[in-house]
């Protein structure tokens, strides 16, 4: 919505031959408008509204003319449902299949909340898997829906709140609670209510863009989200000896076992996220015979699901994670791990695109696939103790393990965030307990310092 305060008013003009023969005209940034009447005390009314408007400041949408108040309240009685749908018109095709399906679900669940009071379908299974699968994602919107499903979608449009409901705060609650709650009412996970909650609220900074509310509906909202651990808990952080013991059981496991120990290596020794290492190429790979290697990160493999990608594909290949399409990330490998890579490469050789690492079809490497592995190796190589204490339970903790170990080292935080792809913030952030060890380190370093020249000034000669 383009807004202007350059508004012009002329004379009513009579127009005997028309049926509606008085009209109103006036310009918005040189752009003409009009509105006719039957009368001309209609249309001296109308005349006497704009310029009121006008004259208190207010801004007029050089579309359609009108005072920016007027279009607001015009567009107020579109519905939630509307703009759930405006916005996937607008946003559709800059996003991502995965970013595609967690807006799905965000909606999905948000909408059978914001219907008219008393409002309550009888099959709400149906209705979400409706909303989810055809009435949120429009690559559906090319066939028609099963019959069960447009029944629910007629009920949904029928019942949808007006969006000037939703600047009423019980009902802005009542949609921050739904978020909160799976379909069968027991809590959803914090992080997930998180997510659902900023897709929400992104909707509704797109109907402010727009014209159709003044400020968000949620901002004055005093709601708090469900707290996420955002700690990373060193009970489920294994220490180097711990990492040899798993990545050696991977191997010894039948099938894929003796492919993946590499895999997970590059969780650990370059605290990479699983879908980089899904990507990697042998091309990203410098793998020298003696000294230090250099991993050359490009991006990621991101399983999306074939009903939400424009080209049918399971997979998206995506850039680094927060990064440009073309940004990459260096991070260097350690000499024993090189060797690995190398002893990888060798024995198994790469895919025709170089990935190092594919299934036995030569496809991406599922998730589910080395979850399983890893499952084992746990199971085969850990103590009860460590099982229990829930000690690397996902292969992921292995990336945590590999960014513990660089700060227990004495690695400079900021080049930890550079090598692991994540801001000094993030670092601070998640790894808390980590990092005071570091700090404790620090200190202990600047007391020595201290001490040492606490020394030199007392005349007593510097420790050799």
């Given at each position: 919505?383009?807004?202007?305060?350059?508004?012009?008013?002329?004379?009513?003009?009579?127009?005997?031959?028309?049926?509606?023969?008085?009209?109103?005209?006036?310009?918005?940034?040189?752009?003409?408008?009009?509105?006719?009447?039957?009368?001309?005390?209609?249309?001296?009314?109308?005349?006497?509204?704009?310029?009121?408007?006008?004259?208190?400041?207010?801004?007029?949408?050089?579309?359609?003319?009108?005072?920016?108040?007027?279009?607001?309240?015009?567009?107020?009685?579109?519905?939630?449902?509307?703009?759930?749908?405006?916005?996937?018109?607008?946003?559709?095709?800059?996003?991502?299949?995965?970013?595609?399906?967690?807006?799905?679900?965000?909606?999905?669940?948000?909408?059978?909340?914001?219907?008219?009071?008393?409002?309550?379908?009888?099959?709400?299974?149906?209705?979400?898997?409706?909303?989810?699968?055809?009435?949120?994602?429009?690559?559906?919107?090319?066939?028609?829906?099963?019959?069960?499903?447009?029944?629910?979608?007629?009920?949904?449009?029928?019942?949808?709140?007006?969006?000037?409901?939703?600047?009423?705060?019980?009902?802005?609650?009542?949609?921050?609670?739904?978020?909160?709650?799976?379909?069968?009412?027991?809590?959803?996970?914090a992080k997930t209510t998180r997510r659902k909650r900023s897709a929400f609220s992104e909707v509704l900074n797109m109907a402010v863009e727009n014209g159709y509310f003044v400020d968000n509906p949620l901002a004055g909202i005093r709601w708090s989200a469900p707290s996420v651990e955002d700690e990373v808990d060193p009970a489920s952080v294994p220490n180097p000896l711990q990492v040899a013991r798993l990545l050696s059981a991977v191997g010894q496991q039948r099938g894929?076992?003796?492919?993946?120990?590499?895999?997970?290596?590059?969780?650990?020794?370059?605290?990479?996220?699983?879908?980089?290492?899904?990507?990697?190429?042998?091309?990203?790979?410098?793998?020298?015979?003696?000294?230090?290697?250099?991993?050359?990160?490009?991006?990621?493999?991101?399983?999306?699901?074939?009903?939400?990608?424009?080209?049918?594909?399971?997979?998206?290949?995506?850039?680094?994670?927060?990064?440009?399409?073309?940004?990459?990330?260096?991070?260097?490998?350690?000499?024993?791990?090189?060797?690995?890579?190398?002893?990888?490469?060798?024995?198994?050789?790469?895919?025709?695109?170089?990935?190092?690492?594919?299934?036995?079809?030569?496809?991406?490497?599922?998730?589910?696939?080395?979850?399983?592995?890893?499952?084992?190796?746990?199971?085969?190589?850990?103590?009860?103790?460590?099982?229990?204490?829930?000690?690397?339970?996902?292969?992921?903790?292995?990336?945590?393990?590999?960014?513990?170990?660089?700060?227990?080292?004495?690695?400079?935080?900021?080049?930890?965030?550079?090598?692991?792809?994540?801001?000094?913030?993030?670092?601070?952030?998640?790894?808390?307990?980590?990092?005071?060890?570091?700090?404790?380190?620090?200190?202990?370093?600047?007391?020595?310092?201290?001490?040492?020249?606490?020394?030199?000034?007392?005349?007593?000669?510097?420790?050799?």
């Amino acid at each position: 919505m383009a807004l202007s305060y350059n508004v012009r008013f002329w004379d009513i003009r009579e127009r005997p031959d028309r049926r509606k023969p008085f009209m109103v005209r006036w310009t918005v940034s040189g752009l003409e408008k009009s509105e006719s009447f039957m009368t001309f005390g209609l249309a001296e009314s109308r005349r006497s509204k704009l310029m009121t408007a006008a004259r208190e400041g207010e801004a007029f949408d050089e579309e359609s003319g009108l005072p920016a108040s007027e279009l607001r309240a015009l567009r107020q009685k579109r519905t939630w449902y509307d703009l759930a749908h405006e916005y996937l018109e607008q946003r559709w095709a800059r996003t991502p299949g995965n970013t595609r399906r967690t807006l799905a679900d965000a909606f999905a669940t948000v909408t059978p909340a914001l219907v008219r009071p008393g409002s309550v379908y009888p099959e709400p299974r149906v209705l979400r898997r409706a909303l989810y699968s055809y009435a949120f994602n429009k690559k559906a919107w090319e066939q028609e829906p099963p019959e069960e499903w447009k029944k629910a979608l007629d009920w949904v449009k029928r019942n949808s709140l007006p969006l000037g409901s939703l600047n009423e705060a019980v009902v802005m609650r009542r949609a921050l609670d739904a978020l909160c709650l799976k379909l069968d009412g027991k809590p959803a996970a914090a992080k997930t209510t998180r997510r659902k909650r900023s897709a929400f609220s992104e909707v509704l900074n797109m109907a402010v863009e727009n014209g159709y509310f003044v400020d968000n509906p949620l901002a004055g909202i005093r709601w708090s989200a469900p707290s996420v651990e955002d700690e990373v808990d060193p009970a489920s952080v294994p220490n180097p000896l711990q990492v040899a013991r798993l990545l050696s059981a991977v191997g010894q496991q039948r099938g894929r076992g003796p492919h993946l120990e590499a895999f997970f290596g590059c969780m650990y020794f370059a605290a990479m996220r699983p879908a980089e290492v899904i990507h990697l190429r042998l091309e990203q790979c410098h793998l020298p015979e003696t000294g230090w290697g250099l991993l050359n990160l490009t991006g990621g493999v991101v399983t999306a699901g074939k009903d939400w990608t424009d080209d049918g594909e399971v997979y998206e290949v995506h850039s680094l994670k927060r990064r440009a399409a073309t940004a990459t990330r260096p991070v260097p490998i350690p000499p024993q791990f090189v060797r690995v890579l190398r002893a990888h490469v060798e024995r198994f050789g790469v895919a025709p695109d170089g990935r190092l690492f594919q299934n036995q079809a030569g496809n991406y490497v599922e998730a589910a696939a080395y979850g399983i592995t890893w499952s084992r190796a746990r199971e085969y190589v850990l103590t009860r103790t460590e099982l229990a204490a829930g000690l690397a339970k996902r292969p992921y903790d292995l990336r945590h393990a590999g960014i513990s170990f660089w700060l227990h080292s004495g690695v400079d935080p900021a080049e930890c965030a550079r090598r692991a792809g994540h801001s000094i913030h993030v670092l601070f952030k998640y790894y808390a307990k980590f990092l005071d060890g570091v700090q404790e380190q620090a200190n202990r370093l600047i007391e020595q310092s201290m001490e040492e020249w606490d020394r030199v000034s007392k005349g007593v000669p510097p420790t050799p």
